[in-house]
């Protein structure tokens, strides 16, 4: 069974916090590295974190220091937590799970629906 499920996006003033959950099935959890994206208007989807099975995390160099990124693996979730949030961080944020190999280029096979996220200045 492939799930993802994202929530916890809102609408947010520049420098104030979320926390984004993506709730996953054992399936498109277990054993896997999970990633954090997002797309704003007009613009490619990018990378903003990645964290393996094991715990090993890559930022993006944009959210460096301002994004958390962790997973409770009891729980199947994954969390993004965004501090010090800029305009520039609005977009919609999903959540993908890929295989073994983690890095944010990497293949990511199952994806969220998204959450959408809104900062204004």
């Known amino acids: 069974q492939v799930q993802l499920a994202e929530s916890g996006g809102g609408s947010v003033q520049a420098g104030g916090s979320l926390r984004l959950s993506c709730a996953a099935s054992?399936?498109?959890?277990?054993?896997?590295?999970m990633g954090w994206f997002r797309q704003a208007p007009g613009k490619e989807r990018e990378g903003v974190a990645v964290?393996?099975?094991?715990?090993?995390?890559s930022y993006a160099d944009s959210v460096k220091g301002r994004f958390t990124i962790s997973r409770d693996n009891a729980k199947n979730t994954l969390y993004l937590q965004l501090n010090s949030l800029k305009p520039e961080d609005t977009g919609m944020y999903y959540c993908?799970?890929?295989?073994?190999?983690?890095?944010?280029?990497?293949?990511?096979?199952?994806w969220g629906q998204g959450t959408q996220v809104t900062v204004s200045s």
């Open positions: 993908a799970a890929g295989s073994w190999y983690c890095g944010i280029g990497a293949d990511f096979a199952y």
């Open positions: 054992r399936y498109t959890y277990s054993g896997r590295c």
């Open positions: 964290i393996s099975w094991n715990g090993i995390i």
